[in-house]
């Protein structure tokens, strides 16, 4: 058709050179008989009666023939005739060009508003041909040039109109998830969603989009706004920040979103805190964020905002985690290939999740590379981990699946020392998630996790421990401004204790619990004014607390298996976030949980306001399978507010209350593989707390500094403690050997975060107070006289600061200073004698304090070259933890060794611990 | 540049992982107005019942224990009679040949000299089971010693033991002579040795058992204690006496919480060291701390000996390092007036009758008193 392609040409420089002549002519007419001509001869006596200019591939017209009696009938009205009946269309310009195309018309002028607007951008390049427009056509925006005009068109168009779509990754076509969208004049803008998912409503007419996000190419789009419709951006990843931290997106969320106490960590800057092992590690980075503590090193249970470590709810993929460690807490259960984002909520929780108390800790894995197979791994000291990822089908479906294991098994083997090369530790996981893009509407996630944990520490006895967890997810959208995700998931943790080394002792210990959701959330986006989100959620859970068995033939051990418990949690919730204006928001939100706990069982009944013991039981109540013999539930608030004071700093405030039915029960200070998990019932209540919160948010430097403010008082009723020499394994009526405990936590945090430029991190400061009680008549025992005492993680002040300078494109250093106030700890009052041997008694609970905890850690990135055609791309990262070999105790105790009281001092990480990790990407 | 070899890196990466660092330490001084009552010892019923009350001290306290002195201490029926214990002195209170009902219930009641009363609560008797044997075996690591019973009545379920280990043992020197009244002499025929010793030690921590998850009230094979393959007790014969106590329930928690908080502590996942609440109160002031838990049992024992030729030929036993060295007989006197050293034998020049030198050696290597005694026990076989 080289007709054709000359013809378009030269309306290509003829439109590029007379953009302003875009006059509007009186219309021409034309007269004339045709009958049984051939279209060129129709074409040649309207050249030769009027102005018109056709332009038109003579192969497309050859079998069309005129027709035809006209008499002083404009063009228009004759080409509908001639062409009527045919795939042709045809399109007249100001310049009396005519342009005869199959399919679709040509555009032959720019939409209304398209100069109206300044944009310095759009006159720098040759107007494009327009891209096809159609009511809700979805598109691909890849082009920064080009003009997207997104929905029906029309003639000056007013009011206001939605846009939604899903941010992927050009490269790997993953979504893109907290990326922001936004438009400057007026500033509207939004972040997408962990689907990717985008909406906005904009008022009508020409904008340019910009799109920022961590780790990408910041990028723009030029839409035309005519009505409702959907754009899908493609976003390339900016290869220059493998490493680093760009967290442009939600620049000004510190200010401007309505959120208060929720943090995002990308695994970008988990990546970059150096930790004790070399493997990047999500637990202890979210360890250094204001409000999280830990009781100490080497152990994952985290304690935010004053809530014990049960009081977290870890959700991998939607699914939730009971053991999030490996090897003691030394790692943490998540392989950083495979993460995408962290999301920590310490005070605000949305009213979509519930169920725990303190937080709830979002992990979200990637989704598999859309385009092509691909891996990443790491060689560390200890750990290696290798990820592979690629489509089924290219475009729709893809996989990701990383693994981890250590060689500290065969490691300990080498050890010359006989009792370490008794000893075994070793672990594993494997994650996998499968994406399928069903069509435009509808997206499927299958999600799995399974995690093993093995070690023998003497000769003796072997502890294992398993996480397994899968998830389905489908999301569909019903139309632009509403989407629902059905979400199933299964949980399962357990554990196992066996020792073999007595024949006549030799057990099995075991302890299992399942967990299984339902959950349906949707998101409503009625105007740019309300979005509304609601859905129910229910869980099931059933528990095998204990089983004994024997473990050998001539073993002794008489199997004994505590009652199953079962129970099912469900819970209705509806929230709405109300933008007054630019400078009030609310969101309101309701979620009503409710608890059932479900037989078969047979339940102890106690004397009401007696002490529990076995001596106050009163009477054995049994229960059927699917009998409700215990039931709770309630409200549970969820409000906050925003009020801008100016356009770079804000005031928020939040409530809320959480009701949690699980409890774990451990009396260990650290979070140990044998811990229980129990839930409510007739005897154990459930948790409840309260928390306001209060913050002030400044950013300074256009944004790249920002500054925060929050106070916090919180409640805790009915959370568990353990009364001396409890017994916790096996024990068949638990209720008796632990009491009801009240909290408080109070406290300021204060964080000064710079994300951009070569030197960034965040600096933070909190000072906190965890206070505990122990005061009901149904104890046998109370604690300290029933005063409020500091928990076992009760820091006051705490100060961190993570940094990180970057001297080229391939080479950064981080450096990491942590201080905190010694944890408390119950300290010997006096000595005796008993006998011949030395003892002590102890003070009132969590007296006394460790001294203080201070650690300086140090980590290089060296990254290899960035040519983007390489077989693969690989850094190296060397780091040192604990830089100043400083020995922060852990725990100060004293013993009685050879019939005297001597004190020691343990710390965890005593010397400076060097690491190197290989890291890689194909 | 110091090239590792490899096993040692690997020891030492693991090290890291593996091996916390545990220091001595002192805190800083937590002084505290503590003198509470601490009662100690248990209610024999087969043998007799020796009670010592002291205080408690603070923990920088260095001084001597101190005893609570004339206190009146008395063993009580419940709903029956009265046997007061005799003191001894030191704080220590005693009976013998008081028959225990097993039936009844007895308490301690305590009369201070300051007026004060205490009792403890009212415990039940329990009958101690037979030991069936006290075993051992020679470990990867040394001597260990297990120790098992039975009830056949199944009524027993928790336990407590403690033991005496005694073992043989020599000096580095044998010697005829000694040093008296400023002279080298030797030492008379039938005069006790000094070179073969024998020692005693009690145990000094906690022992507890129970048989509460096994089908039947059997312990078997109960470690009991190790003794390092290297260890000066071997060298001989090794003998340890086990004794059993039975106890209740209550009492056994009280002995888990105290084992809990004193000896298995300083671990990841150990424990919270918590409240011991003991079975002993004030009389008058019911929120005045008393330490200490009152037990009424029989007790079993049972005696072993292990002797060095059972063991295995290649443990090497610590023999005391000594170096004999010469004086000449005129500077001796002097020599061995401080009693540091001590004449070990005499040196005459060859084909001489006159003793020109004696050799010694340190005190410590040639006193086995230092350590023990030289009086044969009774039981020793």
């Known amino acids: ?922 | 540049m110091i090239i590792l070899n490899w096993r040692k890196s690997v020891f030492w990466v693991l090290m890291l992982l593996l091996s916390s660092c545990v220091e001595p330490y002192e805190p800083e001084v937590i002084q505290a107005r503590n003198s509470f009552l601490v009662v100690s010892g248990f209610l024999n019923v087969n043998g007799p019942t020796t009670i010592q009350l002291s205080r408690t001290q603070n923990l920088s306290d260095q001084s001597m224990p101190i005893f609570e002195e004339r206190a009146s201490v008395f063993i009580e029926e419940e709903q029956g009679g009265q046997h007061r214990l005799w003191e001894l002195g030191s704080g220590t209170y005693t009976i013998s040949g008081l028959d225990l009902n097993v039936g009844s219930k007895y308490r301690l009641f305590i009369r201070t000299a300051a007026g004060k009363e205490y009792a403890s609560d009212y415990v039940a008797v329990k009958q101690t089971p037979a030991i069936d044997e006290v075993s051992w075996e020679a470990g990867s690591e040394g001597l260990e010693i297990f120790v098992s019973t039975h009830d056949p009545k199944n009524d027993t379920w928790y336990y407590r033991w403690e033991y005496e280990d005694t073992w043989e043992y020599t000096s580095a020197y044998d010697t005829n002579l000694k040093f008296v009244n400023g002279e080298v002499v030797y030492r008379e025929y039938g005069e006790l040795g000094i070179y073969r010793c024998w020692r005693t030690e009690a145990s000094k921590t906690i022992k507890l058992g129970t048989s509460t998850k096994l089908s039947q009230d059997v312990i078997h094979a109960y470690p009991l204690l190790s003794v390092p393959s290297n260890s000066s007790k071997l060298l001989y014969k090794y003998s340890v006496l086990v004794k059993q106590y039975a106890l209740t329930r209550e009492a056994y928690q009280y002995w888990e919480t105290l084992k809990k908080n004193t000896e298995s502590i300083g671990t990841l996942f150990d424990p919270l060291p918590s409240q011991l609440t003991g079975n002993i109160h004030s009389l008058s002031d019911p929120s005045e701390l008393v330490v200490g838990y009152i037990a009424a049992s029989s007790v079993q024992e049972k005696r072993l000996f292990v002797s060095n030729d059972e063991l295995p030929k290649n443990w090497r036993g610590t023999y005391p390092t000594c170096v004999l060295d010469t004086i000449p007989v005129a500077e001796a006197p002097d020599y061995f007036e401080t009693g540091y050293n001590m004449p070990v034998g005499e040196i005459m020049p060859p084909m001489g009758t006159v003793v020109t030198d004696y050799t010694y050696a340190k005190k410590e290597c040639v006193d086995c008193r230092l350590f023990g005694t030289n009086i044969k026990p009774d039981f020793w076989e």
């Not at chain 1, 979210?286 to 809530?307: D, F, H, Y």
């Not at chain 1, 959620?537 to 199997?559: T, V």
């Not at chain 1, 000072?767 to 300290?784: C, F, G, H, K």
């Open chain 1, 1 to 922: 058709m080289p007709h054709f392609y000359r013809r378009f040409l030269f309306l290509i420089a003829f439109l590029g050179c007379c953009l302003q002549a875009h006059a509007q002519q009186a219309p021409l007419v034309i007269s004339g008989n045709f009958t049984h001509v051939s279209f060129d001869a129709f074409v040649q006596t309207v050249e030769d009666q009027t102005s018109y200019r056709f332009f038109y591939d003579p192969a497309t017209v050859d079998s069309l023939e005129v027709n035809l009696q006209v008499q002083k009938q404009p063009l228009e009205k004759v080409l509908q005739q001639v062409l009527a009946g045919t795939a042709l269309k045809f399109a007249i310009s100001g310049t009396n060009q005519v342009f005869i195309t199959k399919g679709s018309p040509i555009q032959v002028a720019l939409p209304d508003g398209f100069f109206e607007r300044r944009a310095p951008e759009a006159v720098q390049y040759v107007a494009p041909p327009l891209a096809q427009a159609g009511k809700q056509s979805k598109k691909k925006a890849a082009s920064e040039l080009k003009l997207y005009e997104i929905g029906v068109r029309r003639e000056n168009p007013t009011g206001k109109a939605s846009l939604a779509g899903y941010l992927r990754d050009a490269k790997t076509g993953e979504a893109l998830i907290g990326a922001s969208v936004y438009i400057e004049s007026p500033l509207i803008g939004t972040t997408s969603d962990q689907y990717g998912y985008y909406a906005l409503t904009l008022p009508v007419g020409r904008h340019q989009l910009n799109i920022k996000g961590i780790g990408l190419k910041n990028t723009r789009r030029q839409i035309m706004l005519y009505s409702d419709g959907k754009l899908d951006i493609d976003i390339e990843e900016d290869v220059r920040s493998l490493k680093e931290v760009l967290v442009e997106a939600e620049k000004d969320k510190n200010v401007s979103g309505l959120q208060m106490g929720v943090e995002k960590l990308d695994i970008r800057t988990i990546k970059q805190v150096p930790t004790a092992f070399g493997e990047a590690d999500i637990l202890r980075v979210v360890l250094t964020l204001p409000g999280v503590k830990s009781v100490g090193e080497g152990s994952t249970g985290m304690n935010v905002r004053g809530g014990s470590t049960d009081q977290n709810l870890i959700l991998f993929n939607d699914a939730t985690i009971y053991n999030p460690s490996h090897l003691f807490g030394f790692f943490s259960a998540f392989n950083p290939d495979v993460l995408k984002t962290v999301e920590l909520y310490k005070s605000a929780v949305p009213a979509k999740y519930g169920g725990r108390l303190s937080s709830v800790l979002e992990v979200t894995t990637r989704e598999g590379n859309k385009k092509q197979l691909t891996g990443s791994g790491g060689i560390g000291l200890l750990t290696s981990r290798l990820t592979l990822e690629g489509p089924i089908v290219k475009d729709k479906t893809s996989f990701i699946i990383g693994g981890r294991s250590t060689y500290s098994n065969w490691l300990l083997k080498q050890l010359p020392n006989k009792s370490y090369n008794k000893s075994s530790a070793s672990f594993y996981d494997l994650n996998g998630q499968v994406t399928h893009e069903i069509d435009s509407k509808n997206t499927l996630y299958l999600s799995g996790y399974l995690s093993k944990d093995k070690f023998k520490l003497s000769a003796d006895t072997l502890y294992q421990f398993s996480n397994r967890n899968a998830s389905i997810k489908w999301k569909h959208n019903f139309h632009n401004k509403l989407y629902g995700v059905l979400t199933g998931a299964y949980s399962h943790y357990d554990y196992a204790v066996t020792s073999e080394k007595n024949p006549v002792n030799a057990s099995e210990l075991t302890y299992g619990l399942n967990q299984a959701n339902l959950q349906a959330d949707f998101s409503y986006f009625h105007n740019a004014k309300h979005t509304v989100d609601f859905g129910a959620s229910s869980i099931l859970y059933n528990i095998a607390p204990g089983s004994l068995k024997p473990y050998s033939d001539e073993s002794l051990i008489a199997a004994d298996a505590l009652q199953r418990e079962r129970a099912v949690e469900s819970a209705l919730y509806v929230s709405d976030r109300i933008d007054f204006s630019r400078r009030l928001s609310l969101s309101l939100g309701l979620r009503y949980s409710f608890f059932n706990a479900m037989g078969p069982r047979e339940v102890f009944a106690y004397a009401p306001g007696a002490p529990r013991s076995e001596g106050s039981v009163q009477d054995t109540l049994s229960y059927k399978a699917g009998d409700s013999f215990a039931s709770y539930h309630g409200p549970e608030y969820r409000l906050s507010a925003r009020l801008g004071l100016t356009d770079n700093s804000s005031v928020k405030l939040s409530f809320n209350r959480l009701r949690q039915y699980i409890h774990m029960l451990s009396n260990t200070t650290s979070v140990s593989p044998t811990d229980i998990w129990k839930l409510s019932d007739s005897n154990i209540r459930p948790q409840v707390g309260n928390q306001v919160a209060l913050g002030y948010y400044q950013n300074f430097r256009a944004n790249t500094i920002e500054f925060s403010v929050e106070g916090y008082y919180k409640t805790m009723q009915d959370f568990l403690d353990y009364k001396s020499g409890a017994t916790l394994v096996m024990n068949h009526h638990i209720e008796t050997d632990v009491v009801n405990a009240e909290g408080k936590a109070y406290g300021v945090e204060l964080m000064l975060r710079k994300m951009t430029g070569k030197l960034n991190g965040w600096a933070s400061y909190t000072y906190s107070r965890t206070l505990v009680r122990v005061n009901n008549p149904e104890a046998a025992e109370v604690i300290n006289n029933g005063e409020y005492y500091p928990s076992n993680f009760d820091k006051p002040h705490d100060f961190t600061m993570v940094s990180n300078y970057r001297f080229s494109q391939r080479f950064s250093t981080s450096l990491n200073f942590t201080y905190s106030t010694g944890r408390p700890i119950t300290l010997p009052l006096a000595k005796y004698y008993d006998g011949n041997v030395q003892r002590i008694l102890y003070s009132d609970r969590n007296a006394y304090r460790v001294p203080d905890y201070y650690r300086v850690d140090f980590a290089m990135n060296i990254e290899g070259n960035h040519k983007v055609r390489k077989l693969a791309h690989s850094s190296w990262t060397l780091a040192v933890y604990n830089l100043t070999g400083r020995r922060n105790p852990y725990s100060i105790y004293f013993k009685s060794e050879d019939g005297k009281v001597k004190g020691y001092k343990l710390s965890i990480f005593g010397n400076p611990i060097p690491t190197v990790t290989y890291n890689f990407k194909f």
